[in-house]
């Protein structure tokens, strides 16, 4: 089954983005900097990468623009979350190679919604069945 792998530096942040993909029945990577998440995903290859676009050290857009780079981690979709929604900050964050944003703070039925639209293009990423 493939996973996601969450960047985020903000422990609030990363707890809410786990507990919201876990409860959906998703199996999550995390790591808190950049450096850390480039090194996660060569590694395991998730199959979605949620970016957290202020990061310390290297930025979000930097890492997502090694990632797209690199062969290995090129497919990979990558869903940046960014506390700026600013005219002209979309562009950015495609130009770096983003597929989708979504504002922080987020709102729980837009994130899954999103996550879910692109892990349709990603057939490695099965949810696993929540018991009911």
């Known amino acids: 089954m493939g996973s996601i792998l ?3 530096d903000n ?8 507990f919201l993909l876990e409860k959906e029945g998703y199996d999550v990577l995390q790591a808190s900097d ?4 480039i090194r ?3 590694q395991r290859l998730p199959a979605l990468i949620l970016m ?5 050290g290297m930025d979000g857009l930097a890492a997502t623009r090694l990632l ?3 062969a290995a981690t090129q497919p990979i979709k990558i869903l ?3 506390a700026f929604a600013m005219r002209g900050d979309q562009e950015k964050i495609r130009a770096a190679g983003c597929d989708a944003y979504i504002a922080k703070p987020i709102r729980y039925e837009e994130f899954l919604k999103v996550v ?4 349709v293009e990603q057939p490695g990423a099965v949810r696993a069945q929540s018991p009911q």
């Open 11 to 18: 422990p609030s942040n990363m707890k809410l983005a786990v």
């Open 34 to 37: 950049a450096e850390e998440g």
């Open 52 to 56: 957290d676009v202020q990061l310390p």
């Open 116 to 119: 879910a639209d692109l892990l």
């Open 68 to 70: 797209k780079a690199d």
């Open 80 to 82: 940046a979350l960014t």
């Open 40 to 42: 996660i995903a060569r």
């Open 6 to 8: 969450v960047i985020e």
